[in-house]
């Protein structure tokens, strides 16, 4: 199975974590490869722009995409990434059980 990871570029760590785990289960992986949040590297609104629409093509070459939502973290990107995903028929796991659609803390620039 190929699925993309989605989440706040903030979980580095947690990113390629569970991008290990998963290859080692046999799945092809595909994650954001700019962690801006986490590298503390600011972003031009056109470079958001571009690596947002990079993302929508990773998941659309996913047969899944995987949330990592840590700590229950899910910004108001990754909500847009989870509703592409679902208007695409893509299957949704999640890293935890996501309470509500109003988990967002605070406003999450995309990677």
Same mark, same amino acid.
């Given at each position: ?13 947690? !990113?390629?974590? *569970? ?8 799945? $092809? ?19 958001? *722009? ?8 990773? *998941?659309?070459?996913?047969?899944? *995409? ?7 973290? $899910?910004?108001?990107? +990754? !909500?847009?990434? $989870? ?8 299957? $949704? !796991? ?8 109003? +988990?967002?803390?605070? &406003? &999450? &620039?995309? &990677?």
């Amino acid at each position: 199975m190929t699925i993309t990871l989605c989440g706040s570029t903030r979980f580095k760590d947690t !990113f390629f974590q *569970i991008a290990e785990e998963l290859t080692l289960a046999g799945h $092809i992986v595909l994650m954001p490869l700019v962690f801006h949040h986490a590298d503390n590297r600011e972003l031009t609104a056109k470079q958001k *722009i571009q690596l947002d629409n990079l993302h929508k093509q990773k *998941i659309d070459m996913s047969d899944a *995409i995987y949330v990592v939502n840590q700590d229950g973290y $899910i910004g108001e990107s +990754t !909500f847009g990434e $989870i509703d592409w995903a679902e208007r695409n028929n893509k299957q $949704i !796991f999640f890293l935890e059980t996501p309470v509500s659609e109003d +988990t967002t803390t605070d &406003e &999450e &620039e995309k &990677e």
